[in-house]
């Protein structure tokens, strides 16, 4: 197994991003557009604050819709503890970890900016095309 492929290698850049105070029904539209499952949230100054999931927002359009309030934004259902990683990290490493976490996707950072996406897609990608590399010598 190749330990030189690095999240830098296979990760979405640009990244999809929203940013804080957002309305959620932006943010549908977003995640929709990007086919993503999540998407970082930035603040002003383009650090990394939160992360919001497809299922934060199915859970808050429920309850809005259902008890007809007013429309949330990014802020009421982002999560601001963020599972990050760095571009640097190995993939082999991150695919261990993502077996304790079950993350589907995590944003790339490096000092609190976003610098892509990386998803589980991705390293299942790599690894294959790694594991078919394997078979052909």
């Not at 991003?17 to 998407?39: A, I, K, W, Y």
């Not at 000092?111 to 594991?131: H, M, Q, Y």
Request: charged letters at 25%.
């Amino acid at each position: 197994m190749s330990n030189s492929i690095r999240v830098r290698d296979i990760m979405t850049s640009p990244a999809p991003f929203v940013r804080m105070h957002t309305p959620l029904g932006e943010v549908v539209d977003t995640l929709l557009r990007s086919r993503v499952m999540g998407l970082p949230v930035l603040d002003d100054s383009d650090r990394v604050v939160g992360f919001v999931s497809e299922q934060d927002c199915i859970h808050s359009m429920l309850v809005s819709s259902y008890h007809c309030e007013g429309v949330p934004n990014v802020d009421d259902v982002m999560h601001n503890e963020v599972l990050a990683v760095e571009a640097e990290q190995n993939i082999v490493d991150l695919a261990q970890n993502m077996g304790k976490n079950k993350p589907k996707l995590y944003p790339v950072i490096e000092d609190g900016k976003l610098l892509g996406l990386i998803t589980r897609s991705a390293i299942l990608s790599a690894l294959w095309e790694n594991r078919a590399h394997c078979d052909s010598q």
